[in-house]
């Protein structure tokens, strides 16, 4: 096995294997929702690793992917008036 593929169990049980790439972050934009009391939710995903998986998608038969990563969460008091 290369030393960069690893052994994937899948949601329904099966087994399949993914390699994992290399990347490049691009852009890292923060989810931003407003909550029914006025605050501030903001959510950023931070991807950490990325396997393209021997397993394809039936309806496409392009890879799936399996994307490792964490969510960096935000709260901010409510806007001051004028702010958006």
């Known amino acids: 096995m290369e030393p960069n593929k690893i052994k994937i169990r899948l949601p329904d ?3 399949t294997f993914g390699t994992q790439v290399d990347f490049k972050v691009i852009k890292e934009d923060w989810n931003e929702y ?3 009391n006025g605050l501030i939710l ?3 995903p931070v991807v950490s ?3 393209i998986l021997e397993e394809k998608d039936p309806a496409t038969g392009m890879p799936n992917v399996l ?3 964490t969510n960096v969460i935000s709260l901010r008091m409510r806007a001051k008036e ?3």
Do not use: F, M
Request: hydrophobic share 20%; net charge positive.
């Open 34 to 36: 407003k909550l029914r």
């Open 13 to 15: 049980g099966r087994e």
């Open 82 to 84: 004028g702010e958006q």
């Open 42 to 44: 903001r959510i950023k």
């Open 67 to 69: 994307v490792k990563s």
């Open 49 to 51: 690793e990325v396997y």
